[in-house]
């Protein structure tokens, strides 16, 4: 899933900075502060048609969840239920996230990332519990699907916990929002919603849509397309090793069938003066060669679903290592590789093997 996310006021006030505009707009001075509502985002939906879903966002860092004994610090995020399908939070089976009576009467449930479930309720059920936050009590509704994340922006899906964002208002009392998060319709055109965004904003807080310093946005797309371009420089060079070591194979295979024809001179000769056809000849050293090809693929296959299964078994985690350190096998790339690998045997064999069928029977028999 594609996603694109505008940020606002959220990589500074990490450090408890906060974004000023560093330029002059309409007669006002740099330097002011620019923060938004909820209301504002929901403006921004309605001004936007190339925003197809969007959702506020309330954070806020080290809230105390308890159950019974057990007690964990987390962020806390107060979101609308759309939030899950833009940032691709599934729940586990038998669980739910935040949906719109929730939002609508201010419930008191929560969602929970699947660490904080295993922190506050170890190996127990959890939905349907109760936990306390800030000593304010919860229903647990919902539990996030063990998720693989690239990156994240304060923290991860599996650490955090959800709530509905009239509820974190009413609790909190925050009159800002800290993000707004934003799928497009087109997430190829990210870069030009981002700036009709900057523009609608700009216009009722009076800031330059140019002014970068004002506000602070994350596209998804920009990520993504490092990703997929490295991704795809890795694929080509080893592509481009696949297939020079298959151009060396096939040439060993090549030079192996030319000795064999060599050494065999003389048995081609005597099968050719019994009443052999050329054709049969041919097809013999043509299906030796395609043999030769057959085991050495065979031989790789084994050992590639070997190294697959020695991988997996390491159970290497963190960092890199969730993405690159659970290998699968791909049936459409073996189903290529064994295709251009019979393609390359049978071009290996087919020059040695007609060499073979044009020789003649009786310089063949006088071979030594």
Do not use: C
Not at 130 to 152: A, H, T, W
Not at 252 to 280: D, F, P, W
């Amino acid at each position: 899933m594609k996603i694109f996310m505008f940020i606002s006021q959220f990589l500074r006030d990490m450090k408890s900075q906060k974004l000023r505009t560093s330029l002059a707009y309409q007669g006002l001075n740099k330097g002011r502060v620019i923060r938004f509502t909820e209301e504002d985002a929901l403006s921004v939906k309605q001004q936007v048609p190339a925003i197809k879903d969007l959702s506020p966002e309330y954070t806020r860092y080290g809230v105390e969840l308890k159950r019974d004994r057990n007690t964990y610090a987390t962020l806390v995020r107060g979101v609308y239920p759309v939030y899950a399908e833009i940032r691709n939070v599934i729940p586990e089976r038998g669980s739910r996230f935040i949906d719109a009576q929730d939002l609508d009467q201010k419930r008191r449930v929560i969602f929970l990332g699947d660490k904080v479930k295993k922190e506050l309720f170890k190996d127990g059920e959890a939905v349907g519990k109760y936990i306390l936050l800030n000593r304010i009590p919860f229903l647990v509704v919902g539990i996030l699907i063990e998720k693989k994340q690239s990156s994240d922006y304060g923290e991860r899906d599996e650490n955090a916990a959800f709530i509905p964002a009239t509820t974190f208002s009413a609790i909190f009392g925050p009159k800002y929002i800290s993000n707004m998060v934003i799928k497009a319709w087109d997430p190829g055109k990210n870069k030009a919603l981002i700036k009709q965004v900057l523009t609608v904003m700009g216009k009722k807080y009076k800031f330059n849509p140019d002014d970068t310093d004002a506000i602070s946005y994350w596209n998804m797309m920009e990520q993504e397309t490092l990703f997929t371009s490295i991704f795809l420089g890795f694929n080509l060079f080893l592509g481009m090793v696949g297939v020079f070591t298959l151009i060396v194979g096939g040439i060993g295979v090549s030079n192996i069938m030319n000795v064999v024809v060599e050494e065999r001179t003389k048995e081609i000769g005597i099968k050719m003066a019994l009443g052999a056809k050329r054709r049969y000849v041919l097809l013999q050293f043509v299906s030796e060669a395609l043999m030769i090809a057959f085991s050495g693929g065979v031989i790789g296959i084994v050992l590639s679903l070997v190294l697959v299964q020695v991988i997996k078994a390491l159970n290497l985690q963190g960092g890199a290592a969730d993405f690159i350190a659970h290998p699968v096998i791909s049936v459409q790339t073996m189903t290529v590789t064994a295709f251009l690998l019979g393609l390359i045997g049978f071009l290996a064999g087919l020059f040695p093997a007609r060499r073979a069928a044009s020789l003649d029977p009786v310089e063949a028999l006088r071979y030594e």
